[in-house]
């Protein structure tokens, strides 16, 4: 079976059928149909417009069926036959793909998904609790320590901020090393914390090598910036640990996000995926917030459900909002605001996990 792509384009109505028959050729064989003489590349490989409806005024959806053969089951190819070169068009945004199961079986989804998360976190059915280590240019010393005050606070995850890295302030070893010592000498375990990867592969795979010899079971990578690709060969080579994905860049792309972080992300293998809950910092809607999340755990092809992070300038204030409107199938993300409290941090890190373990979904 082929992939069907999903593509909104801003075009006329007398141009819309030539750019639809552009877009499958970009995509699929990207030169002159009329130079191809092989059966096979005419017959499979060149893309095919199935649809054409008008959306709006100026506005069209076109559905595109593209060989899943092209893929190769490589993550970098997989984006690049979805939307290489069209991406090059700012008229033209992927809204949605429809996979066919033996390619979602060939990149293998999450290992771990929402229920793993749980499990590891102790929570039975409840919604998970997170927290971010920041700012950047803390000493190792200063974010061990906030670690700790998460975590005698109850927090079930505790990340790493995304910026942080292999900066000299704050080495990727020696933080590591430093906040897991601390959680085991003052918890008796070092799961819980997530250190970010970052770096090249090697550096990656060196990074997650430190980190399950430290006792880390959970990792944060950014897709975007690391390479899809190295992204889903870090899944696959670590098949114990969790993953969440962060979503920085992501909406560099023009790809509809419940697509890219709640779809494709979770293909490869994203056992969470955070993303800018609407009224926060960013610029998602509710209606985003809430397709992005049911896609993440909606039943497809027998994948694991994504545990959904929504995340970006959320408080305490909201934990009964963001609870009525994401269900229990969520984990809360709150970073700066829970470190406002400053010398409270461990008292109002218990207050957020209290307000989530105690609310009750009608």
């Not at 696959?236 to 972080?261: C, D, K, S, W, Y």
């Amino acid at each position: 079976m082929p992939l069907l792509a999903i593509y909104h384009v801003r075009c006329d109505a007398g141009s819309i059928e030539a750019r639809a028959d552009a877009i499958a050729v970009e995509q699929s064989v990207e030169m002159p149909v009329s130079a191809i003489d092989d059966g096979f590349v005419l017959s499979t490989i060149l893309g095919r417009v199935e649809d054409i409806r008008q959306i709006g005024e100026g506005s069209f959806e076109i559905h595109i069926a593209l060989s899943a053969e092209t893929v190769a089951a490589d993550a970098g190819q997989l984006i690049n036959m979805l939307f290489g070169n069209t991406s090059l068009h700012e008229d033209v945004v992927l809204v949605d793909v429809e996979f066919p199961e033996d390619l979602v079986a060939a990149f293998g989804g999450p290992r771990h998904g929402l229920p793993g998360l749980r499990v590891r976190a102790g929570a039975g059915q409840r919604a998970l609790t997170s927290s971010a280590l920041k700012p950047q240019g803390l000493s190792v010393d200063r974010l061990a320590e906030l670690a700790l005050s998460f975590a005698r606070g109850g927090i079930d995850y505790v990340k790493d901020d995304h910026g942080l890295a292999d900066q000299v302030y704050s080495p990727f070893a020696a933080r590591v090393e430093a906040i897991t010592r601390r959680l085991r000498a003052h918890l008796g375990r070092a799961s819980g914390y997530v250190p970010s990867l970052s770096g090249s592969l090697d550096a990656m795979r060196t990074q997650m090598r430190l980190a399950r010899e430290a006792g880390v079971d959970t990792v944060l990578v950014a897709p975007m910036i690391a390479g899809l690709a190295n992204f889903h060969n870090l899944v696959r080579e670590n098949p114990q640990v969790a993953f969440i994905a962060h979503p920085t860049m992501a909406g560099a792309a023009r790809i509809a996000p419940q697509l890219l972080l709640g779809k494709i992300f979770r293909m490869l293998g994203a056992d969470a995926v955070i993303f800018p809950n609407y009224g926060g910092r960013f610029g998602y809607s509710a209606g985003t917030c809430r397709r992005l999340a049911q896609t993440a755990v909606r039943e497809t092809h027998g994948m694991r459900a994504t545990m959904p992070v929504p995340a970006g300038g959320m408080s305490r204030a909201r934990v009964a909002e963001m609870l009525e409107f994401y269900g229990p199938d969520v984990m809360l993300l709150i970073g700066g605001a829970l470190l406002e409290a400053r010398e409270r941090l461990i008292e109002e890190t218990a207050a957020f996990v209290a307000d989530v373990h105690g609310y009750r979904h009608e």
